[in-house]
């Protein structure tokens, strides 16, 4: 009889590998056997699907490019705001009058922006950029040495707002079926090979059934094994 396989250890690549594996036994041991055959064009179909949404709700690669967008953003932000804070106590008067004119458009568009949602994010820091740039903070800007600085913190921010719209367009235009999706419809694939083998099993036909059954439970062992210390 076929072992259980412990789908709760199973992340879906791990499925589809074991049901490859099974699937190329069965085909190369029982090439014509009619009750078999009519059972892995479902599974093949369901790998198909599976290989396209593996990692669909963690590796989407412009999910990733925000992320990365947005880190770039918060360090030209902190670093910015660091620099212009540390200045409010040096000794040097012109410097720190203009750090002491500059800061409180830190704390008008929020200090802590960097942990905003993203959108209020970009509100914020449009907002201290237009600030900043005001024409009587222009020589306080050249002072404390932060022109390329803030044009940095611009072009962050821009990018950081394209790559969004690249997301919410790609999310739109998104079909591929998800990790959980297709992992539920290889489970009932494999929970119906399953009947389909136990039955088969049983009646000892087609030739050489048991073995490949005995077989398929040490892949499936080893399987359930490595599946459990991946956990």
Not at 10 to 21: E, I, N, P, Y
Not at 61 to 76: A, E, F, P
Not at 214 to 219: D, G
């Amino acid at each position: 009889m076929i072992l259980k396989i412990h789908y709760s250890y199973f992340s879906l690549s791990a499925l589809v590998a074991l049901s490859q594996k099974t699937v190329g036994l069965l085909e190369s041991r029982f090439p014509d056997n009619e009750i078999i055959k009519s059972v892995l064009p479902q599974i093949h179909e369901a790998h198909s699907v599976s290989l396209q949404a593996i990692g669909s709700s963690t590796k989407n690669l412009i999910s990733v490019s925000v992320k990365q967008s947005d880190t770039k953003r918060d360090n030209c932000f902190m670093s910015l705001k660091n620099h212009v804070e540390a200045g409010l106590r040096r000794e040097n008067d012109v410097y720190q009058n203009a750090c002491n004119t500059l800061w409180p458009f830190f704390v008008k568009n929020n200090v802590k922006m960097y942990g905003l949602p993203y959108d209020d994010q970009t509100s914020a820091t449009r907002s201290l950029i237009k600030d900043l740039k005001l024409p009587e903070n222009k020589e306080h800007i050249q002072t404390v040495n932060v022109v390329e600085w803030l044009n940095e913190l611009e072009t962050a921010n821009n990018e950081f707002i394209d790559v969004q719209k690249q997301r919410s367009v790609s999310r739109i235009k998104d079909d591929t079926i998800r990790d959980a999706e297709a992992f539920k419809k290889l489970r009932q694939l494999l929970d119906m090979l399953e009947s389909v083998l136990n039955t088969l099993y049983l009646i000892n036909d087609p030739e050489g059934i048991q073995d490949a059954v005995k077989e398929i439970n040490q892949y499936i062992s080893e399987a359930n094994t490595a599946a459990r210390q991946s956990n």
